[in-house]
């Protein structure tokens, strides 16, 4: 039964999540601050040409949420149930997404935006592997 929750549970939620976390953490989510907190460079890495990579906490969720958005892609549903209830869940993150987007000042970013529309992506293409391939042949 908690593998069949987990399976049906988009992996988007964590990332979405921690930026909702994050927020509400560093000022509220009708904050400005908090988004350009998340923007702000945590540690600089140096490269072999000498340049200087800036990484924020916000391009770490990025790379969280590519992470999630793979693995989710990847890992399927064992049936279609599961499938319809993951697809159900994943639309309702993005309508909670582009809420956030549209309505609180601290998730006004390119940051959560990118991750709005990894939802977006997310929900496409599991709607076209799921429905976008003709049904198995009928067994005799």
Not at 9 to 22: E, G, R, T
Request: hydrophobic fraction near 60%; proline fraction near 6%; charge should be neutral.
């Amino acid at each position: 039964m908690l593998r069949a929750v987990f399976a049906a549970l988009p992996l988007l939620v964590l990332p979405v999540a921690a930026y909702a976390l994050l927020a509400v953490g560093l000022g509220g989510i009708m904050s400005p601050e908090a988004a350009s907190h998340l923007a702000s460079p945590l540690f600089t890495l140096t490269t072999a040409a000498g340049g200087q990579w800036r990484v924020s906490l916000g391009d770490l969720l990025l790379a969280g949420g590519l992470a999630a958005g793979f693995v989710d892609l990847i890992k399927g549903a064992p049936d279609r149930h599961t499938a319809l209830v993951n697809h159900a869940l994943t639309i309702a993150l993005f309508a909670a997404c582009l809420a956030a987007l549209l309505l609180a000042p601290a998730f006004t970013s390119s940051i959560f935006f990118l991750l709005t529309l990894m939802v977006l992506l997310d929900l496409t293409a599991g709607l076209i592997g799921t429905y976008g391939q003709p049904a198995p042949p009928a067994q005799r």
